[in-house]
């Protein structure tokens, strides 16, 4: 049995020693110290947990095992990276911007006897799908010439000397 575990809870990733699985890997053992300084400190010195006073927590899942300290560190920095847990997948907590939403128009056309309205999505969505071809013939005789500019009337005053 490997002696460090890191371990998905339902608030986050946490390294812990082995010891504190329980109940086939579904629940663990929580220390009820209020500094973190002291929860690291029992977690570095492997405590025994002690059932009445420690608080159990469900396991959502056990991303890794180590025989290490530092090795669990290195796994546990990894799954963090990787599972991307704090991100928040859920998309509750992500509210559309005004910006992004469509905006409403009117759309009058002399075949329809109603209005129609219509998003700018779908009227961007109309314009991608068009295709619009054009052709204009070129002459290539005046091609190097400039055409003259037309000269401006000006209005000169004379001086009285």
């Known amino acids: ?16 020693p082995t010891l504190w699985i329980f109940n086939e890997n579904k629940k663990c053992y929580w220390p009820c110290y209020t500094k973190q300084e002291k929860i690291n400190q029992a977690i570095f010195n492997e405590e ?6 420690w608080k159990s927590y469900n396991v959502i899942r056990i991303f890794g095992t180590a025989d290490t300290y530092s ?15 704090e991100s928040g997948n859920d998309d509750t907590d992500k509210k559309m911007s005004r910006r992004k939403r469509a905006k409403k128009r009117f759309n009058y056309e002399e075949d329809d006897s109603e209005n129609e309205t219509t998003t700018e999505k779908e009227d961007s969505e109309e314009v991608e799908n068009s295709v619009e071809v054009s052709t204009q013939k070129i002459s290539k005789k005046n091609n190097n010439k400039i055409p003259p500019l ?11 000397i």
């Open 1 to 16: 049995m490997r002696r460090f575990s890191i371990v998905e809870f339902e608030d986050g990733i946490q390294l812990i």
């Open 48 to 53: 025994r947990p002690e059932d009445d006073k």
């Open 71 to 85: 090795n669990s560190m290195r796994k546990l920095k990894l799954a963090e990276q990787i599972s991307n847990i």
């Open 150 to 160: 037309n000269t401006l009337p000006t209005n000169k005053k004379k001086k009285d």
